[in-house]
C-alpha cells in the first residue's frame, strides 16, 4: 500500500517551454503532498506544500510564479514549471501523506519515483 | 534552523553490518527517519521512530536514538550488494510535518 506515483520520470524540453509534473496517491488520499527539488549528489530540498483546496505553501527562495502547484483533488497534485531554463534542470519529487485532517497525524511521507527535467 | 548531518560515504563486505550515522540539532524533533535512495529513483521509507522510544528493529533493520546526544543510527545486518544506495535520515518536529533531510550517505557493498 501507500503507492505514490510520478508522471512522467524524464523530460528533455527546449528552454521557454513550461513543463507539467503530475503526483498521483493510488491507494490513499492525501490532504497534503509535499514537493522536494535534489540536485546531483545532494540531499532534498523542500519546494513547497501542497494543500488540497488551497494555496500551496511555498518554502523561502522558492518563486511561486515561478513553481505553480496546483493540488485540486485529494490524490493529484502538478506542479508547472513555467518558461523553464536550463537552470532549472534537477530531479524533482514528491511525496504524499496519507489521511484527512486529524486522520494523518500518524502516517509519514511516502515518495514518488521522481522527475528527471532537463532543459537544453 | 535544523539542521542534519550525515557522513557521506560507507563501504562494507557483503555479509557484514553496516551502520550509518546521523546527528541532528532540532532538540523538538518528534519524528527520526531512514530513507533509501536507489540511483534514479524516488525515497523508499525504511524505518522510522518516535523521540520517546530508544531503539527500534525491525528484521535486518535497528535504528538507535540517542536523545541527549541527538545522535540516530540506522544498522543493517548481512549487508547485501542489493542494499548499495544513498540512505538519507531525516526529522520532522510536529507529527509528519515538514521534513528536514540529512546529506545523505553513500552506502558501497562489495561481494
Not at chain 1, 486529524?102 to 514518488?112: K, L, Y
Not at chain 2, 546521523?22 to 523538538?28: A, G, I, L, P
Request: hydrophobic fraction near 30%; aromatic fraction near 10%.
Amino acid at each position: 500500500g501507500a503507492v505514490v506515483s510520478q508522471h512522467p520520470s524524464w523530460v528533455i524540453c527546449k528552454s521557454g517551454t513550461s513543463v507539467k509534473i503530475e503526483c498521483r496517491s493510488l491507494d490513499f488520499q492525501a490532504t497534503t503532498m509535499f514537493w522536494y527539488r535534489q540536485f546531483p549528489k545532494q540531499s532534498l530540498m523542500l519546494m513547497a506544500t501542497s494543500n488540497e483546496g488551497s494555496k500551496a505553501t511555498y518554502e523561502q527562495g522558492v518563486e511561486k510564479d515561478k513553481f505553480l502547484i496546483n493540488h485540486a483533488s485529494l490524490t493529484l497534485s502538478t506542479l508547472t514549471v513555467t518558461s523553464a531554463h536550463p537552470e532549472d534542470s534537477s530531479f524533482y519529487i514528491c511525496s504524499a501523506r496519507p489521511g484527512q485532517g486529524a486522520s494523518r497525524s500518524n502516517q509519514p511521507q511516502h515518495f514518488g519515483d521522481g522527475t528527471r527535467l532537463s532543459i537544453l | 534552523g535544523e539542521d542534519v548531518e550525515q557522513s557521506l560515504f560507507l563501504s562494507v563486505r557483503e555479509g557484514d553490518s553496516s551502520v550509518i550515522n546521523c546527528t541532528y540539532t532540532d532538540s523538538s524533533s518528534t519524528y527520526l527517519y531512514w530513507y533509501k535512495q536507489e540511483p534514479g529513483a524516488g525515497l523508499q521509507l525504511l524505518t522510522y521512530i518516535f523521540s520517546n522510544m530508544d531503539m527500534k528493529q525491525d528484521q535486518r533493520l535497528t535504528v538507535l536514538l540517542n536523545k541527549k546526544d541527538k545522535h540516530l543510527s540506522l544498522r543493517i545486518a548481512d549487508t547485501q550488494t542489493g542494499d548499495s544506495a544513498i540512505y538519507f535520515c531525516a526529522e520532522s518536529n510536529s507529527g509528519f510535518q515538514k521534513l528536514v533531510f540529512g546529506t545523505g550517505t553513500r552506502l558501497l557493498v562489495s561481494p
